[in-house]
């Protein structure tokens, strides 16, 4: 599998700017050459994503990013997106904010988020780090053919 980058984005754990991050993965995507119906696709998904981790961002508290990482494969479009504490505070989180989001979690809901996800990309792998409150999430779109 031939990795290429093709862009990174940080911006605020706030819904106000998800439409940056779905504005991203179309234009890569169409460039990639995914179709309209795919662009849409990954779009809901790339939202539920990201819903997921502000959501978790606002368990935790606190202010966070999300970084989001696009890449190409030789048949696919992958986008990583990751939940990070905002710039200027710590890299950690407080056990007390981990055991606190592990409470508020309403496990149903978030089965439920995922299972949406997976209906629209071909891959969707979570990874949940409950020690030190890390959240990413990877979709992958394969392109057709």
Do not use: W
């Not at 119906?37 to 966070?64: V, Y």
């Not at 986008?79 to 496990?107: C, Y």
């Amino acid at each position: 599998m031939a990795k290429r980058d093709l862009a990174e984005l940080r911006i605020p754990a706030n819904s106000t700017f998800i439409p940056v991050a779905k504005r991203v993965a179309s234009t890569l995507g169409s460039q990639l050459g995914l179709s309209l119906t795919d662009l849409d696709e990954l779009s809901i998904a790339l939202t539920q994503a990201c819903d997921s981790a502000i959501d978790a961002a606002d368990d935790f508290g606190g202010d966070h990013d999300l970084k989001l990482t696009y890449f190409a494969t030789n048949r696919a479009l992958v986008v990583d997106v990751d939940l990070l504490p905002a710039q200027h505070q710590a890299s950690r989180h407080s056990a007390e904010a981990v055991a606190k989001h592990r409470e508020l979690v309403d496990v149903e809901m978030q089965r439920l988020a995922y299972e949406m996800i997976r209906c629209f990309v071909d891959d969707f792998r979570t990874q949940i780090e409950p020690r030190t409150g890390q959240v990413r999430f990877r979709m992958v779109k394969h392109l057709a053919g």
